[in-house]
């Protein structure tokens, strides 16, 4: 079974490289010349652990492949994942153009009885709308051949990308259609082997799981984000309230971190689409609303603690401010919609100059980051960014942050002050007795 990937992205390029681990033929296509030039020599246009060794390793076996030809891709595939982007457009809802765009072309060059996979997270009855156009072009082709569709959305998350596409907690396929159903069967026979779950419904049901899944856990954020605001105020610790809490099975202890609230390309666009589809079938859904609203405030308030610590009036004209971790989470280069991005705009809006350093974000901030990049001094290391600040603010809990020379550090700095918005250094003394030290949800001293 010969496989193709519309969309050479963290999704698409980890699971095209992860299904030519598994011996399929795997021609990953995007429209990006640049990104395709890049991978088509071995180098991968983005940072996630294991994923270089991968597609070293389908290259050299010949497994892998990667073009600009949507024909060529298409033509060559019995089973094509659509994995495009959906971002949010101004308005909440998913901008589906990415996913139009590569539906047409699959109407236009199929050649064959082909399963088209929508991987891409895409609002509840995008799928069973492909399947319309798709059918529409092949009559307007009058073509012998049908398309089947399903929907299979993915679950990885950045940062542990390749792990996570070797090892799903779980399978979801929504067809019809038999003949998808046991071509992805094929597909994920190792899974199968292994016992890992697979739900098998609706194409409607495999889209909605995939948005209440992302929904809940901005929920579980934003609950506990909130907690922590109110645990600063009454003397209260969110990191044993989280861990209290967590005991109990029917909660969990995962996504009970408290932060500088959530971030990245999935939570912030999945709940706004989530909320406008609801609305365009008449249902509001006042939990994700606020979730969406908590989040908000809650990268607000770091700012306000960030700003009220340093000056009693709260403007931080002549006060400079290392902050640490620029991508939404660790083990990641992406800074989309990262939160480090609004404490940033913050702090600059407050008059503060700002030091930046990421272990791997600051690429793509520097050629993202266009409107505030004007007051941000990028640097080099933890070290050379703190020299002569007032304060740190680490907003990405980096694992290299634990030991970048703390004692040097603080040495080196004009002021005394470690805003630790991850609680990474909560239960470290050492670190803690250095500064004048501001964690997330509690106001305990060193
Ligand atoms: P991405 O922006 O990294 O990649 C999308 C790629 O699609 C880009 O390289 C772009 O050039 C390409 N593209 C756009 N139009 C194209 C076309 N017509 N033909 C070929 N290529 C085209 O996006 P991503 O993070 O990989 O996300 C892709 C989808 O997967 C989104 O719907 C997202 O919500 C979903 N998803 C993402 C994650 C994640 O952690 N990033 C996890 C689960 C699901």
Known sequence: MKIGIIGTGYVGLV?????????FAVTCMDVDAEKIGRLSEGRSPLYEPGLDELLTGGIDAGTLSFTTSAEEAIQSSDVIFIAVGTPSREDGSADLSYVREATRQIGLYANGYKVVVCKSTMPVGTCRSIAGELNRSLEA???SFRIDVASNPEFLRQGKAVSDSLFPLRVVIGTESDEAKRMLQTIYEGHIRRKVPFLYTNPETAEMIKYASNAFLAVKISFVNELALLSEKVGANIEDIAFGMGLDDR???????????????????????????????GEELYIVRAAI??????????????SGALSPGGMLHGKTIAVWGLSFKPETDDIRNAPSYDIIDGLLAKGAAVNAYCPQGMKQAKRLWTDINGGINYCESEADSARNADAIVIVTEWEQFRACGWERIAASMRGGFLFDLRNMFAEQAGVRR????????????A
């Open 434 to 445: 250095l500064f004048d030290y501001y964690a997330v949800g509690s106001n305990e001293p």
């Open 15 to 23: 699971h095209g490289a992860v299904l030519s681990s598994y011996g």
């Open 293 to 306: 609203a908590a989040n908000e405030k809650q990268k607000a308030r770091m700012v306000a603690k960030i």
């Open 251 to 281: 909660i969990s202890p995962h996504f009970l971190q408290a932060g500088p609230g959530y971030g990245g390309s999935c939570f912030p666009k999945d709940t706004q689409a989530l909320v406008d589809v609801s609305r365009k079938h």
């Open 141 to 143: 082709r009058h073509a």
